[in-house]
């Protein structure tokens, strides 16, 4: 059985925080404002896994509200999404993600993110699409508000 989920996020520039998009920091003069590292991307990641398995979104699991997670990294929430889809008895397939901002640059990027995602999540990298773009300058990215993420899962139950 195949189930597929989309997971969106999105965080606005801090000059308080460091820039992590999917587990790297990235050197940038803003970093992005949240209750854990504001990891966008991997937020993204964890809300279409969760949406593929119908058990709710990011907050549900890893509120904002608990001080436990304050400062976490978010590839903690992956870990744990990962461990909860494989209870259930699913694997990842294929995931694919975009992040979408005018700065930083991400592309010169992607290749680690995928690296440690891939690492993190326990697939390949061939099993992970990792992109950015920006949107022409329209829209809250557009203005350098901050970042937004997309993601696309497909699960399916282990062979």
């Keep these: 059985m ?9 965080h606005r520039f801090s000059k308080d925080s460091k820039l992590v998009i999917g ?4 050197p940038f003069e ?13 937020h993204a990641i964890c809300d279409a896994l969760l949406g593929a398995l119908g058990e709710g979104d990011i907050g549900s699991h890893f509120p904002d509200s ?18 909860l889809m494989r209870e259930k008895g699913f694997e990842i397939e ?13 592309a010169p ?15 390949s990298t061939l099993a ?13 990215t557009g203005r350098g508000e901050g970042i937004a993420a997309h993601t696309v899962a497909l699960i399916k139950t282990k062979d």
Excluded: W
């Design 2 to 10: 195949h189930r597929i989920g989309y997971g969106f996020d999105a």
């Design 23 to 26: 587990g790297v920091e990235i």
């Design 30 to 42: 803003l970093g992005l404002a949240g209750h854990s590292d504001a990891d966008v991307l991997s």
């Design 66 to 83: 608990d001080p436990k997670y304050k400062g976490m990294s978010s590839l903690v929430f992956l870990e744990e999404t990962i461990a």
């Design 94 to 106: 294929n995931l694919d993600s975009v992040v979408v901002c005018e700065k930083p640059k991400i």
């Design 109 to 123: 990027h992607i290749k680690e993110i995928k690296e440690t995602l891939a690492k993190t999540l326990g697939i």
């Design 128 to 140: 992970l699409g990792v992109k950015a773009t920006t949107t022409d300058q329209m829209g809250f």
